[in-house]
């Protein structure tokens, strides 16, 4: 199985997860480029980041890109990122997902993609954004 998770914490929370994570865990805002270094007010570029790995029926590549809320981080919702998921099989795209919201309400979100070997349909993981985004 092939699965992408969009996981998040605030302040200490935040902060162990950047800490702790593997190889195959990225900080969006660490792939995002700023018009002016560290003082950055507008957000001028973005990165993906891809990975492969081989299951039982082929090559499958994961490409996930942050999505910010605002390219202005100092406007309305500017200190929100969400992010895009794409999970291919060879050249067939099986899943393209966004990842979080820029609205906190009561909507459901996106928080998780997967995609089983020999599946061309994937499995997404919803919850309330008033319940993810605490």
Known sequence: MVEVAYVGGYNEEGERLMQNKSENEWNPWDLIE???????????????VRKQCKLSDGVYTVEMSPSPCN???????GGMMTANATIRRGK???????????????????????????SNVPAIEKKKAGDYYQ
């Open 34 to 48: 700023g018009d002016n270094g560290s003082e950055s007010r507008y957000i001028k570029a973005i990165e993906s």
């Open 71 to 77: 390219y202005d981080v100092q406007g309305m919702n």
């Open 92 to 118: 067939k795209i099986l899943a393209k997902q966004s990842l979080g919201a820029c609205d906190v309400g009561e909507e459901l979100i996106a928080t998780k993609v997967s995609v089983h070997a020999g």
